[in-house]
């Protein structure tokens, strides 16, 4: 080629000079991540549907729940329940919208290393669900002085501090198999199906085979995720408990998302 | 600079990429030829990590694309206008990337004026953008940084011809002030009024390359008459080697390698009359890209 000619021009700088490019640090791609899961209508709704549904499920135990049984129990259950569904989907659409959106395609070019989107994506979701735990044991707790004072009855403390940590945790891993599945998927579609499975197919059908198989009810404590996480609601967890919760977190989390990474790191995004 | 050595793309056995070699220049605006399906998105997927190659280095100022500390700053990607979240706001796409490169948002602003979005276009989302829009606000995400590479697939899909025209004077520009421009494109006028280099790629391999004036004078001359078998012998005589015209399947015209001057004393000797004599500018490229894309293209057949 004779192309050469024109390399030995020295071509003016394309802009000023500047210190060279630093990596990205992981606070900045939290950051980022963070705003994401805000900055559509979409993300938006789905975030303030905690506070809603918190509203909304408090409002439903004073008006329905009986006076006597009108304690912080009943509104950590009543809310406990939309908690448990909506957390999770969050935790997996922030991982599969990068695909179904396509977004993906400036995300992993921005940030070439796919393995620190997806940990910065793991801590926001984490932190998400802690944060959204809280601020609905805090409506619950409004709920409980409110609805106590309408019905003049006594005000009923009865959950420590311990056990509100212990249904945070368990939100916190129901949130991680969604997060998992989204990484495992990578299909919004199937990534909601499947928790749905785990969630709400899967349990009474181990519970089923529990009571008729001997076998499987010495086995699911230790490979019924969803099984094991009962201890948590419980407020008390023994060391076998924790034993439980870690072989079947192993089988449930850590396998499927490692799997997940591995096949993330290695595809094509289109 | 864009450095492409031994690139290789295998899907099972199916080879989209084979053996891709190239060099795009600072101060150069490259442009990557082919038909549709020749491997010019999957070869521009492998240079930004997006797909692993099966062998081969695709290099980005003298680096690996994944062993850029922040990429934003090198190299401005634009590979698919469409593939950004529907419910996001232009201004908020560029937020984002101008964040996750570390920039302020003086910058957004800046790059939104640049790419000639206003601020009511800027504020709605993309899934009300039309395609020429959605490739400004590509352009824009690309620029945002100040990369000294860019590299944009099909960029000009989608824009009016005032669009396409702007396009061109700002990638001249940018090529000017010292910077590397990779464009892709499947139109060969469209790449031929930019780009000074040339790659031409088809079924995956590289055809042809060099710059733009190698490939256009290697054309030889073009000449036509009524009488096309008695010159076409003429020039067997003479030695001479000649095509017929694709544009015309030889009806009338011939493409001789040789320049106007010898072709025309030829036909002289030979008595025939020429309607037309004039060096084949780009005529060889054009008919080596028509015969590339009929061989891939379903219009092939008829032509």
Known sequence: ?270 | MIKVDSLTKKYGGFTAVDDVCFTARPGRVTGFLGPNGAGKSTTMRIMVGLTPATSGIAEVSGRRFADLPNPGLEVGVLLDASAQHAGRTGREILTIAARTMGLSTRRVDEMLERVSLTPEESGRRVRNYSLGMRQRLGIATALLGEPEVLILDEPANGLDPAGIRWMRDLLRGYADQGGTVLLSSHLLHEIEVIADDLVVIGQGRIVAQGTKAELLASAGTLVRTSDVPTLARALVDADLDFVESAATAGADALRVEADPELVGQVAQRAGVALAELRAADGAGLEEMFLELTAETQREGAAA
């Open chain 1, 1 to 270: 080629m004779t192309a050469t000619t024109v390399e030995t021009l020295e071509p003016e700088a394309v802009r000023a000079a500047r210190p060279a490019p630093t990596r990205i640090p992981m606070s900045r791609i939290m950051g980022v991540e963070l705003r994401k899961s805000f900055d559509t209508r979409s993300g938006f709704w789905l975030m303030a549907s905690i506070g809603i549904l918190a509203v909304i499920a408090t409002s439903a135990t004073i008006l329905f729940a009986p006076d006597d049984e009108l304690t912080y129990e009943s509104f950590a259950t009543a809310i406990g329940f939309p908690m448990a569904v909506l957390l999770p989907i969050i935790a997996a659409l922030s991982v599969t919208s990068e695909w179904s959106q396509r977004t993906g395609l400036t995300s992993f070019t921005l940030v070439p290393h796919r393995g620190r989107v997806i940990v910065a994506k793991l801590g926001v979701t984490i932190g998400v669900g802690v944060v959204s735990m809280l601020v609905a044991a805090a409506i619950g707790a409004l709920g409980n002085v409110v609805g106590t004072a309408i019905t003049g009855t006594d005000t009923v403390w009865n959950v420590s501090v311990a056990e509100l940590a212990y249904i945070i945790l368990a939100s916190v891993l129901g949130m991680l198999v969604g997060f998992t599945l989204g990484v495992l998927m990578r299909s919004s579609a199937a990534a909601v199906v499947g928790y749905f499975v785990y969630g709400f197919a899967l349990p009474p059908l181990s519970m089923m085979l529990a009571a008729s198989q001997d076998w499987w009810d010495r086995l699911q404590p230790w490979v019924d995720f969803y099984y094991a996480q009962g201890s948590l609601y419980e407020g008390q967890v023994s060391g076998t408990e924790w034993a439980h919760l870690g072989v079947a977190g192993l089988i449930w989390l850590v396998v499927p998302l490692t799997i997940g990474l591995w096949s993330v790191l290695r595809s094509e995004v289109k």
